[in-house]
């Protein structure tokens, strides 16, 4: 069998080849390689798409959360809470500042942050509430927005993950004071590089974002507040340009790939990505729980099959944040995840014998253990 990896990076450039190079090209005669006019196309095409005001490209999707942090002041004495099941650059970007990461245990069924766990969390001290929409599907918006608006919190969306998600028609990006994104090469709309961008539909939040993206700028020269230099490349900006234009055929890809995996994984005991109702999920990762988790890993890697474990240990147990106080036990469902959850290859280059054989795969691993039944089904998935 030929191997199924987790991503096709290489076969994507391959499909838009012609058009990547002609953006370079471009890039490279006009010799603007900072902060272009390509740049502010991008920033302009991506706010129009999500809904959104302004859009302030960074050099990633970190920086984008230390940008949209800083714009909000957030400093030594502050709380932000946050999902403790995420990205570790979620909570870093706090620590960063000085400030403190509170966290969140998370719906068992969305993996979400759970946002009676954020409204029992808030205090005098927070400023923030950092919303990640893991995997590619929005957190409960309505629950988790009420809270901001009736505590006066401002709500930052990490939508890293999350680029086309929407929640009962409204696009990811568009919930928050302040969004973020990545481009990282593994996101759904990857570029060739770092990069990341603030959103936010606030004039003043955007400018706060600009200038502090250019070392806090008012004018040249002339320093209203310390930033940093969170600036994009022109290239990066032509670059994913030209992939932005393709991104809701992939996200269709991803889309039928991951009902296709629902199919063929149904005979085997598993729990395959739950949609809440109103979701449009984009699938930057199809993750499922299972039992004998690491055996199914080695399993799959021994058979060929691409996999990822996202992630491994929720941030509050994390020997940087030991500081915290945080025990063992205190998220349960966040611990509970972090054991049984692995993410199979879902990305838009795959093909339908590449999704039965991932399926045939991971019946095969159960069908083989005693104490597990799979069941046959009618959908063709074959068990051994
Ligand atoms: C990827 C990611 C980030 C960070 O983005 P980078 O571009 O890698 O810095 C932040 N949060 C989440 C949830 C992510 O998946």
Redesign the pocket.
């Known amino acids: 069998m030929k191997p199924i990896s987790m991503l096709d990076l290489r076969a994507e450039y391959t499909l838009f080849e012609a058009e990547i190079r002609q953006a370079i090209d471009g890039v490279l005669e006009s010799a603007y390689y900072v902060g272009g006019p390509e740049v502010g196309e991008f920033e302009s095409e991506l706010a129009k798409r999500v809904g959104v005001k302004h859009g302030i490209a960074v050099s990633?999707?970190?920086?984008?959360?230390l940008c949209s942090l800083m714009a909000l002041g957030i400093g030594p004495g502050d709380e932000v809470i946050l999902p403790t099941f995420?990205?570790?650059?979620?909570a870093g970007?706090v620590s960063r500042l000085g400030a403190t990461p509170v966290f969140v245990d998370s719906d068992a069924q969305t993996f979400n942050m759970d946002p009676d766990g954020v409204r029992s969390a808030v205090t005098p001290s927070t400023k923030a509430i950092i919303v990640?929409?893991?995997f590619g599907q929005c957190a409960d918006m309505g629950a988790i927005a009420e809270i901001g608006r009736e505590k006066k919190i401002p709500v930052i969306e990490?939508?890293?993950?999350a680029i086309g998600a929407s929640q009962n028609g409204t696009p990811a990006c568009s919930f928050g004071e302040l969004a973020?994104l990545?481009?990282?090469p593994?996101?759904n709309l990857g570029g060739f590089g770092?990069?990341?961008m603030v959103l936010t539909n606030r004039d003043d939040l955007a400018t706060r974002s600009r200038q502090m993206r250019n070392h806090g700028e008012s004018r040249r020269y002339y320093h209203d507040f310390v930033g940093g230099n969170f600036r994009m490349d022109s290239m990066k900006a032509a670059i994913l340009l030209v992939k932005l234009r393709h991104l809701d055929e992939f996200t269709r890809r991803r889309q039928t790939n991951a009902e296709m995996l629902g199919e063929v994984l149904a005979p085997a005991p598993v729990t395959t990505p739950h949609v809440a109702q109103g979701n449009v999920h984009v699938y930057?990762q199809y993750s499922i729980l299972c039992d004998a988790r690491d055996d199914l890993k080695t399993w799959l890697q021994d058979h060929g099959v691409g996999n990822g474990v996202?992630y491994p240990v929720p941030l509050h147990l994390q020997t940087c944040f030991a500081g915290l106080g945080y025990r063992e036990g205190a998220f349960p469902v966040a611990e509970r995840l972090a054991k049984e959850i692995i993410s199979l290859p879902c990305h838009p280059m795959l093909e339908g014998d590449d999704i039965k054989a991932i399926g045939d795969e991971v019946c095969g691993f159960y069908a083989g253990k005693p104490g597990f039944e799979v069941t046959s089904s009618d959908t063709g998935a074959s068990v051994i």
């Not at 995420?86 to 979620?90: D, I, L, S, V």
């Open positions: 990633s999707g970190t920086d984008a959360l995420t990205f570790f650059a979620t970007s990640v929409h893991l990490d939508a890293a993950q973020c990545s481009f990282y593994t996101k770092e990069g990341g930057h996202y």
